[in-house]
T-cell receptor, first 115, second 114 residues
């Protein structure tokens, strides 16, 4: 068990560019979550997958944001036409399906800075 | 709708003294409550959770939390603080109404002074 990994750890981009982040969950975990965390705030839920199905999306996830988990393993989060307001830490978490109360294990995050 | 409040932005405590980090919540169904800790430049680490059963939950690194249904609180405690406990602590809640969204509080920064 190597834990949840995220790549890249840091990304600096110019406004208007597209960026893509990758998350590799703990291998046996079938649920995967994306969160956004800004300075001084707790993580805000963005979206969640069970296996390859995207089951819930937050209203925070505008049409510029898209997430995939094509084979039920790793996931990607793409932001198109980035804006300065997208600057944040993007966190990925995974869990093993159970009663709905299972613990989420977090990756180290990808810090995005949009100039 | 679910919500979590951490009323203190910062808690200061001397090493060796007991610490408490407060959390109150609101959910529609039965609450599932969690505490996570975040160290600088690192992801969130799970400390403990309450699902059902004993109101006093014990977790990692000597932390514990007490679930109080009447006060809708889930305060994090430790009998004797260490300098290494200094970090950002998040309370989180989800419920059993069918969704899997977890709502996090804004966080409380704990400073433990030697």
């Amino acid at each position: 068990d190597t834990g949840v990994s995220q790549d890249p750890r840091h990304k600096i981009t110019k406004r208007g560019q597209n960026v893509t982040f990758r998350c590799d969950p703990i291998s046996e975990h079938n649920r995967l979550y994306w969160y956004r965390q800004t300075l001084g705030q707790g993580p805000e839920f963005l979206t969640y997958f069970q296996n390859e199905a995207q089951l819930e999306k937050s209203r925070l996830l505008s049409d510029r944001f898209s997430a995939e988990r094509p084979k039920g393993s790793f996931s990607t989060l793409e932001i198109q036409r980035t804006e300065q307001g997208d600057s944040a830490m993007y966190l990925c978490a995974s869990s093993l399906a159970g009663t709905g109360s299972e613990t989420q294990y977090f990756g180290p995050g990808t810090r995005l800075l949009v100039l | 709708a679910q919500s979590v409040a951490q009323p203190e932005d910062q808690v200061n405590v001397a090493e060796g003294n007991p610490l408490t980090v407060k959390c109150t919540y609101s959910v529609s169904g039965n609450p599932y409550l969690f505490w996570y800790v975040q160290y600088p430049n690192r992801g969130l680490q799970f400390l403990l959770k309450y699902i059902t059963g004993d109101n006093l939950v014990k977790g990692s690194y000597g932390f514990e939390a007490e679930f109080n249904k009447s006060q809708t609180s889930f305060h994090l405690k430790k009998p004797s603080a260490l300098v290494s406990d200094s970090a950002l602590y998040f309370c989180a809640v989800s419920d059993n109404t069918g969704g899997f969204k977890t709502i996090f509080g804004a966080g409380t920064r704990l400073f433990v002074k030697a």
